[in-house]
């Protein structure tokens, strides 16, 4: 099973390898994420982990959304996503980090980009404007 996280990207940096080449490296935070709800192929038909990330102030949450995360304990977030379960003994409330990865291990990674629809050039490139 794949293991999942959810985060941010933060910027860009570079690391110099030992022969001298300059690697483009992207910094991301990743978690902590905390298991919101926990799906069975019982109840839900499949199987799959819902985590929250970022937490939120409580007045910036609905209330029916606000009940939902006081009734488990857990106080709001941000961001939610579901994942494949990969791990079985994962519960509600149970904190996830990046330690789940082995050290270099290889990720795959998926994002989402801010989607600004059909731009011009000042709005897509920054230009000045004739300033």
């Known amino acids: 099973m794949k ?7 933060i910027g860009m940096s570079q690391y110099i390898a030992e022969d001298g080449t300059m ?4 910094v991301c935070e990743l978690g902590p ?3 919101v709800q926990k799906k069975t192929p019982e109840k839900d038909g499949y ?5 929250g990330f970022k937490e939120i102030k ?3 949450v609905t209330r029916p959304i606000l009940g939902d995360f006081k009734k488990k ?3 709001p977030r941000r961001v939610m996503g ?3 379960v990969f791990d079985d003994s994962l519960d509600v409330g149970s904190v996830l980090t990046c330690e789940i990865f082995a050290e270099n291990q290889v990720v795959n990674v998926t994002g989402l980009t801010k989607g600004k629809g059909f731009a011009g050039v000042i709005k897509r490139h920054g230009f000045g404007g004739g300033r």
């Open 73 to 75: 304990n857990i106080s």
């Open 33 to 35: 994420c905390v298991v």
């Open 82 to 84: 579901e994942v494949e």
């Open 23 to 26: 690697v483009p490296v992207t």
């Open 47 to 51: 199987s799959a982990l819902k985590l």
């Open 58 to 60: 409580e007045r910036k």
């Open 3 to 9: 293991k999942a996280l959810i985060g941010r990207k």
